[in-house]
């Protein structure tokens, strides 16, 4: 394989200039990896050798993810440090970025190698698990799995760190977060990025975790803060019915 189809220099070199990137960088090296992916698979579709395509693209599928996953955390986290209804677009437009991200992924497999329906699979449920795909892509890609395949259960959502912290899914400070989630994030699509901050740590770690004071004294000022910034932009925190969608 010669040095014009070496899909791993071609894919690694913009990975890592992406992992290095500063915060305010997010967009475009999330940007520069998508358009990057498309020429990945290209080169192995092209120069791979057919028994060694499954083992590419499930590299290209990992490494992406893990990169996305950082990324998009990294957004939310600075976000959340001074947390106000005004300073989301910033957080929305590098998280919208790492999202189309994965949907360049996604969209490319699907036309380079029409076949690979299980790498495909993995990457939808990948987009699906960890939040990084649009609201009105979300009744679609879990309609393809339940087609593909019968046995997958879609994740459930809910206030998993909040709950734990507090005590209680129904207190005046989950209540404000559930009323900002709904009312306010979850009518755009990107808006569910901060939605995702308290899906963050899956309901297993804080089943094992979320009653040790540890980690309660870790979440818990984050949160305090985010809840009184929000008090005081106008979010109450008064009783709350979740929002049917």
Request: proline residues 4%; glycine residues 4%; hydrophobic residues 35%.
């Given at each position: ?34 358009n990057c992916i498309r020429s990945t698979c290209r080169l192995i579709a092209e120069h791979e050798a057919p028994a060694n395509i499954d083992k590419a693209l499930n590299t290209v ?131 569910r990025a901060f939605i995702h901050f308290y899906y963050a740590i899956s309901p297993s770690l804080v089943k094992w975790l979320g009653e040790t004071q540890w980690f309660r004294n ?28």
């Amino acid at each position: 394989m010669g040095c014009c189809s070496n899909w791993e220099a071609a894919f690694f070199q913009v990975y890592f200039q992406a992992c290095q990137c500063k915060i305010a960088e997010i967009g475009s090296a999330a940007v520069s990896l998508g358009n990057c992916i498309r020429s990945t698979c290209r080169l192995i579709a092209e120069h791979e050798a057919p028994a060694n395509i499954d083992k590419a693209l499930n590299t290209v599928v990992d490494y992406t993810f893990d990169i996305a996953t950082t990324m998009y955390f990294t957004a939310i986290e600075e976000y959340t440090k001074h947390v106000s209804i005004n300073t989301a677009s910033v957080m929305n437009e590098r998280c919208a970025a790492v999202i189309q991200m994965t949907k360049t992924l996604e969209d490319t497999v699907q036309t380079v190698f029409p076949g690979k329906s299980a790498i495909l699979n993995k990457i939808k449920k990948l987009r699906l698990e960890k939040d990084l795909c649009a609201k009105d892509e979300v009744s679609t890609i879990k309609a393809d799995l339940s087609s593909s395949d019968p046995s997958y259960t879609p994740p459930q959502s809910g206030c998993y760190v909040a709950t734990a912290v507090y005590g209680s899914y129904d207190c005046p400070e989950v209540w404000t977060l559930r009323r900002f989630r709904d009312e306010t994030l979850a009518e755009t699509w990107y808006g569910r990025a901060f939605i995702h901050f308290y899906y963050a740590i899956s309901p297993s770690l804080v089943k094992w975790l979320g009653e040790t004071q540890w980690f309660r004294n870790l979440w818990k000022p984050k949160l305090d803060r985010m809840v009184q910034r929000l008090n005081e932009d106008g979010i109450p925190n008064t009783p709350y019915h979740d929002r049917q969608w």
